[in-house]
């Protein structure tokens, strides 16, 4: 699966090293930073590429409920693009929006929202964020965002550009309707009522029941929803990244169709019991593929043949206490990969 990139460039995370030198100019405070400016003003700030002429948002002050991404800003008789809201908890550098802001409302120009709080350590979730709209015309690409157990919608015009969705969990979120363009998809950790419709005419991806699927089946990428247990569709070859990082999962029944679970493909899942039917060999397992997941998965097969072709595949998975069971028998246990 194709993964979403860090959109924000080298010279921000250089900003906690380097010294800044801060000068007031009529309401507004300039942070310079190597060759990149920080401008600060009442509402929000903003960093600016004198190259690209692009401004990223990359902070909104506290008590803010609605935000609107402006389409330009102004500095120094030049006009900036504003491409991308990138918010980042740095310390010293950032608000207490993740509990006032409720409403981010996208501009035309903008091309990514991206809010981490994780990059610099901070565990912590987007309390306030009930809705992200999205106009019609937006060059909108990629939404990225951390734990939001509040949000409620995504509104993206029929005619949206977006390639890229990423959410943490968003437990409140019932549907979304997502376009043609559309090439990556995670949002199933923490979505029990979540119902997913992607346009027909989509090149990359589709649905079926509650799985994202590649447009030719072959490929998993994520299960929505809150079913117990899941079967995997026999289009399927390869389980991709981070696709059974489902919290409400607890059995995974894959046959002999699935021939890779990927680097990362159970990462963070749950302790959960995966049933493989395939009578000759176990699918083959990629480095990293239970990278953090919980200790104790169980794996049930169908004879010894199977149990220990699957026991050398873990090698290298990461995986930690797991069993291999044929029936109610354990053929081998405490598999540490």
């Known amino acids: 699966m ?30 310079n930073a190597l060759d990149e ?29 609605v935000f609107n991404i402006p389409e330009t800003v102004e500095y120094n008789n030049k006009t900036y693009i504003v ?22 409302n996208a501009g035309k120009n903008t091309e990514r929202i991206n809010i981490d709080l994780y990059l610099c350590g901070i565990e912590d979730s987007f309390q306030s964020l009930k ?34 969705i990423c959410i943490s969990s968003c437990p409140k979120m019932n549907k979304i309707s997502l376009p043609k363009t559309l090439r990556y998809f995670a949002l199933g950790e923490d979505a029990p009522n979540l119902k997913v419709k992607i346009a027909k005419n989509n090149k990359y991806l589709k649905v079926k029941g509650n799985q994202i699927l590649s447009k030719d089946g072959k490929t998993l990428y994520d299960i929505v929803g809150k ?19 489902n ?7 894959v046959g002999k169709n699935v021939t890779k679970f990927k680097n990362g493909s159970f990462s963070y899942c749950n302790k959960i019991k995966i049933v493989i039917k395939n009578k000759n060999k176990a699918p083959k397992i990629k480095n990293y593929a239970f990278y953090l997941s919980k200790k104790g998965i169980r794996f049930y097969v169908q004879n010894k043949k199977v ?31």
């Not at 908890?89 to 207490?96: L, T």
Request: hydrophobic residues 40%; aromatic residues 8%; contains cysteine.
């Open 227 to 245: 079913k117990n247990t899941v079967t995997v569709y026999k289009t399927v070859k390869t389980i991709d990244d981070f696709a059974v990082d």
């Open 37 to 65: 400016q920080y401008i600060d003003t009442e509402n929000y700030t903003y960093y600016i590429d004198k190259d690209t002429l692009n401004a990223t948002i990359i902070d909104i002050k506290a008590k803010t409920k």
């Open 247 to 253: 919290k409400y999962l607890k059995k995974l029944i």
């Open 83 to 104: 491409d991308s809201l990138w918010i980042c908890s740095y310390e010293g550098f950032s608000s207490d929006i993740i509990n006032t802001l409720e409403t981010i």
């Open 131 to 164: 809705t992200i709209n999205v106009p019609s015309g937006s060059k909108l690409n990629n939404i990225s965002l951390p734990i939001c157990p509040n949000l409620e919608s995504i509104n993206l015009a029929s005619d949206s550009v977006l390639e890229g």
């Open 2 to 31: 194709r993964k979403l990139k860090r959109f924000m460039s080298l010279s921000i995370a250089l900003l906690l090293i380097v010294s800044i030198c801060m000068t007031n100019i009529g309401t507004s405070a300039v942070y």
């Open 307 to 337: 149990a220990k072709s699957l026991k050398k595949q873990l090698k290298g998975s990461k995986i930690r206490k797991a069993k291999i069971l044929i029936g109610k028998n354990v053929i081998y246990k405490n598999i540490k990969g």
